[in-house]
Each structure stands twice: as structure tokens, then as C-alpha cells.
């Protein structure tokens, strides 16, 4: 005679709800991000080395990139109702020093800048964050937005230098129609630890505030448009730092205007000007 038995299972709540994913629908979800990888050796032997001059904010890219570096990115559409809808997006940066075929990740709260190339890598939540279309029936078109993302970079590709970039953790509303120009205004917060107690000597973070806003895309010439962004800037101190004798009031403006030719040989021309005070 033969006996069967049944498996018996324990399942907690956090694997319940995994089954329950697993055995329903997939839902499409939207892939996009950014990969490089290089590598090379030097006249005299050993490793690459990338050359970046003494003082420079930036450095050229091509042939000049000694790591793996990959931004992958993940987002949802998850609630549609009409022209409402909810979208939450997110991106995870990887970045590896090229030592060997197995690398692990580092924990690194300032994001690897200031190690040496040695092994192991660092990984970074580069943007999570909810954006509500259409979710003010006034401002048609327009985004509301929380989290933290990439907000409007603008760049020198080739030099991979970033001329107005005030990324990071905050909030704001987009793209709101004027009929001339598309308005944006956005609260931004990054933390830093540059600032140095003058009795202690010791260090400490400092929170940052940006208050940006901007004009887009206004026509001003045939396939030719202008924006216009001002950007406040101000270090948000404690008590603590605020009564310390070495403080400095820590803020400043930023006054940017771009102007982009479309068509221009088959490509397009960039032109930025720029004007800042110290403190941004």
C-alpha cells in the first residue's frame, strides 16, 4: 500500500504578498537608463589612467573613462483615471572600479567620489520619485512632482560637466502652460559636510535649499527657443551652527538664460549665459 503525502507549507505575510505578485498579470513596466564601460592600459603598463587636470570641474569622456558605470531605471504607470494619472519612477547607479570580474558594492553616503580605484563598488538611489498628471483641473498639463530625480540637467555632454544641475530630494510643479512658455518652480534640498565649527574644528552636514524656477521653451526665432531660470539658494542651519562664531550667512543667486537653435547644420547650437553670487 502506498502512502502520499501532502507538503505542508508556513508562509509569513511579506512571502504571501510576494506569491500573490508572482502569480498575477505582469504589468508592462518601463526600462530606460545609461551604461558605459572602459577599459585599457598605459604606455608603461598597468591599469588605464584618466587624466583630468588639477583644478578642473570636469573631464573629457571619450577614451577617458576608467569604469563601469550604469544607471538603471524602472517606471510605472500606476493609477489612470481619464487624463489623471499617477507615474512613479526610479533609477539605481552602479558604479565599479574595473578591478576584476567580481566586484561587490561599498556603502558610500558621498557616492565614491573621494576613493581610491581600488576594489569593490559603489551603488546609489539616483532618482525615486511620484509624478500626478493633469491632477490640477486649472493648470492642464501641468505635473506635480515629489521625490528625488534628475531635475531639467543641462550639460557639456563631451566634457560630462553639468553648467546648471540642482538635482536631488524636494518637490514642485512643471510645465505649466502660459501660452508664451512653459513654467516650472521647484523646492530642492542636498545635504553637504563642508561646514567646519570654528571652537572645534570638527565638521558637520550642512542642509542646502534651492528654490528654482524657470521660463521654457518661448519662442523667439524661427526654430529657435529661449529659457530663462532663477535659482535662490540658502543654507538651511540649526540653531547650533547659526551661534557659532565662524558662521557666514551662506546664500546666493543664480540668473540663467539659454537660448537653442534647432536645424543648425543638422544638428542644434546651445548658447547659455550665467551669472551667480557666492553661496550657489
Given at each position: 500500500?502506498?502512502?502520499?503525502?501532502?507538503?505542508?507549507?508556513?508562509?509569513?505575510?511579506?512571502?504571501?504578498?510576494?506569491?500573490?505578485?508572482?502569480?498575477?498579470?505582469?504589468?508592462?513596466?518601463?526600462?530606460?537608463?545609461?551604461?558605459?564601460?572602459?577599459?585599457?592600459?598605459?604606455?608603461?603598463?598597468?591599469?588605464?589612467?584618466?587624466?583630468?587636470?588639477a583644478g578642473?570641474?570636469?573631464?573629457?569622456?571619450?577614451?577617458?573613462?576608467?569604469?563601469?558605470?550604469?544607471?538603471?531605471?524602472?517606471?510605472?504607470?500606476?493609477?489612470?483615471?481619464?487624463?489623471?494619472?499617477?507615474?512613479?519612477?526610479?533609477?539605481?547607479?552602479?558604479?565599479?572600479?574595473?578591478?576584476?570580474?567580481?566586484?561587490?558594492?561599498?556603502?558610500?553616503?558621498?557616492?565614491?567620489?573621494?576613493?581610491?580605484?581600488?576594489?569593490?563598488?559603489?551603488?546609489?538611489?539616483?532618482?525615486?520619485?511620484?509624478?500626478?498628471?493633469?491632477?490640477i483641473e486649472?493648470?492642464?498639463?501641468?505635473?506635480?512632482?515629489?521625490?528625488?530625480?534628475?531635475?531639467?540637467?543641462?550639460?557639456?555632454?563631451?566634457?560630462?560637466?553639468?553648467?546648471?544641475?540642482?538635482?536631488?530630494?524636494?518637490?514642485?510643479?512643471?510645465?505649466?502652460?502660459?501660452?508664451?512658455?512653459?513654467?516650472?518652480?521647484?523646492?530642492?534640498?542636498?545635504?553637504?559636510?563642508?561646514?567646519?565649527?570654528?571652537?572645534?574644528?570638527?565638521?558637520?552636514n550642512i542642509?542646502?535649499?534651492?528654490?528654482?524656477?524657470?521660463?521654457?521653451?518661448?519662442?523667439?526665432?524661427?526654430?529657435?527657443?529661449?529659457?530663462?531660470?532663477?535659482?535662490?539658494?540658502?543654507?538651511?542651519?540649526?540653531?547650533?551652527?547659526?551661534?557659532?562664531?565662524?558662521?557666514?550667512?551662506?546664500?546666493?543667486?543664480?540668473?540663467?538664460?539659454?537660448?537653442?537653435?534647432?536645424?543648425?547644420?543638422?544638428?542644434?547650437?546651445?548658447?547659455?549665459?550665467?551669472?551667480?553670487?557666492?553661496?550657489?
Amino acid at each position: 500500500m502506498k502512502h502520499k503525502q501532502t507538503p505542508n507549507f508556513l508562509l509569513k505575510p511579506g512571502y504571501v504578498l510576494a506569491a500573490m505578485l508572482v502569480s498575477a498579470p505582469a504589468l508592462a513596466v518601463d526600462f530606460h537608463g545609461y551604461m558605459r564601460s572602459g577599459v585599457g592600459a598605459t604606455a608603461g603598463g598597468g591599469d588605464q589612467a584618466c587624466f583630468q587636470a588639477a583644478g578642473a570641474p570636469a573631464k573629457y569622456r571619450l577614451g577617458n573613462e576608467c569604469e563601469t558605470y550604469a544607471e538603471i531605471g524602472l517606471g510605472q504607470e500606476v493609477w489612470k483615471e481619464g487624463d489623471k494619472s499617477f507615474y512613479v519612477d526610479s533609477m539605481i547607479a552602479y558604479n565599479s572600479r574595473q578591478a576584476n570580474d567580481y566586484e561587490a558594492t561599498r556603502t558610500d553616503t558621498n557616492g565614491g567620489a573621494n576613493h581610491p580605484f581600488d576594489e569593490g563598488g559603489d551603488v546609489a538611489i539616483r532618482q525615486f520619485n511620484v509624478v500626478g498628471h493633469n491632477l490640477i483641473e486649472s493648470l492642464p498639463g501641468a505635473d506635480i512632482w515629489a521625490g528625488k530625480r534628475y531635475y531639467k540637467r543641462h550639460d557639456v555632454h563631451i566634457n560630462d560637466y553639468y553648467y546648471w544641475d540642482v538635482s536631488g530630494p524636494g518637490a514642485g510643479i512643471e510645465d505649466i502652460d502660459l501660452g508664451f512658455a512653459k513654467a516650472s518652480i521647484a523646492w530642492i534640498r542636498n545635504t553637504d559636510g563642508d561646514y567646519v565649527y570654528q571652537g572645534s574644528g570638527t565638521g558637520t552636514n550642512i542642509a542646502n535649499d534651492t528654490l528654482d524656477i524657470r521660463l521654457a521653451e518661448i519662442d523667439v526665432n524661427p526654430n529657435g527657443k529661449l529659457e530663462i531660470g532663477y535659482d535662490y539658494g540658502k543654507a538651511n542651519l540649526t540653531d547650533e551652527q547659526e551661534r557659532d562664531p565662524g558662521y557666514t550667512d551662506q546664500k546666493g543667486h543664480l540668473i540663467t538664460l539659454e537660448h537653442t537653435q534647432g536645424d543648425w547644420f543638422g544638428g542644434y547650437n546651445k548658447l547659455a549665459l550665467q551669472y551667480g553670487t557666492d553661496g550657489i
